[in-house]
C-alpha cells in the first residue's frame, strides 16, 4: 500500500491523481480513453470520490432514510403474498415486490450500503493509499450502521404499529422465517451472487440513461427470485422476526447477519470490483503504452528533421 499524499488537503479529501494536479471536477471524456469500459469505470470512480469525501452526518441520515425505504420491499412482498395467493404466476409477481424497496432508495439517492462495495472502492483501488482506506471504512461503517438503524425502525414499526391485517402480518413472518432457513454457509454462499449482481447493476448504471428503472427492477429482481441474501432488505425480514418474538437478538448476527455481510463484500468488492479494476488497469496501461510509444516516433522524426536542417 501507498503512503498517502503529501499534498495540503482535508480530513475528508480523496488521494487522486487530478488532485495532485490541482484539477477538480474532471468530466469523463470517452473519446481519450481506451475503451468504453474504462469510460464507465471513471464515471463510477469520481461518484465514489464524491461518496467518500461527504460529510458523516449526511452520510449517516441518508442511510438511515435508506433503511427505513427498504421497508417497502418486505411491505409489497408481504401484501402481493395475501392478494396474489392462487393466482397463476403468483411467485413471480409476488417477487417483483422486492424491488420495490431498491427503486426508492437508488432514485432518491439515498445510501445503500451493498451499491457502496464497488463505488466507493474504486477511488481506493485507483490510488490504494492509507488515507483512501480510511476514508473507505469510514464510508462502509456509517453506511452500514444507518442502515441497519433503518431497518430496525421498519421492522418495529411493522410489528407494532396497527398498520397491517392479521394474513399481511403472518406473510412478513413466512417470508422472513424463510430466510432463516439456510445455514451460514448457504448465506454466504447467497450473498456472494447477490453482492455481485448489484454490483453489476451499478456498473450498468452510467450508461443506461432513461432505463436506469428497468435495470433496477430487473436486476433486484433476479435477486428475489434466485432467494438470495442482502444485508439490508434481510435485516428488515430478520429484525421483523426478533420484534415480534420469533427468534433471539443472536440469531441475527448468527447465521444471518455476519455470513451476510462477508459474502455481499465478497460478491460486490473481491470479485466484481477487482476484476473490473484488472480490466482498466490492462487497458490504460496498453494505452499509456502505446502514447509513449507514439511519442518517442515523434521525438525520433523531429531528431531526423534537424539533423537534415544542419
Known sequence: ????????????????????????????????LPSRAAAIHEEIRQDGEK???????????????????MGASLMAKGIFQVHLDG????????NLGYTFGFVIVIMARQQLFTENTVTAVLPFMH?????????LLRLWGIVLLGNLIGTAFAALAF????IFDEATRQA????SMKVMEHTPGEMFANAVISGWIIATMVWMFPYAGAAKLFVIVMMTWLV?????AHIVVGSVEVLYLVFNGSIPWTEFLWPFAIPTLLGNLTGGTLIFALISHAQIRNDMGEA?????????????KKRQQQQEER
Open 172 to 175: 412478513f413472518t413466512d417470508i
Open 51 to 69: 461518496e467518500l469525501e461527504r460529510d458523516g452526518m449526511a452520510l449517516l441520515w441518508s442511510a438511515i432514510a435508506a433503511g427505513l425505504s
Open 87 to 94: 393466482v397463476p404466476g403468483a411467485f413471480l409477481l409476488e
Open 224 to 228: 428475489a427470485l434466485g432467494d438470495l
Open 127 to 135: 490510488k490504494p493509499t492509507v488515507s483512501n482506506l480510511g476514508l
Open 288 to 300: 499509456a503504452q502505446a502514447k509513449a510509444k507514439a511519442e518517442r516516433r515523434k521525438a525520433e
Open 1 to 32: 500500500m501507498k503512503p498517502s499524499s503529501s499534498t495540503s488537503q482535508g480530513p475528508n479529501d480523496v488521494d487522486s491523481e487530478e488532485k495532485e494536479q490541482g484539477k477538480e471536477d474532471i468530466e469523463v471524456d470517452e473519446d481519450a
Open 159 to 162: 410489528t407494532e404499529m396497527p
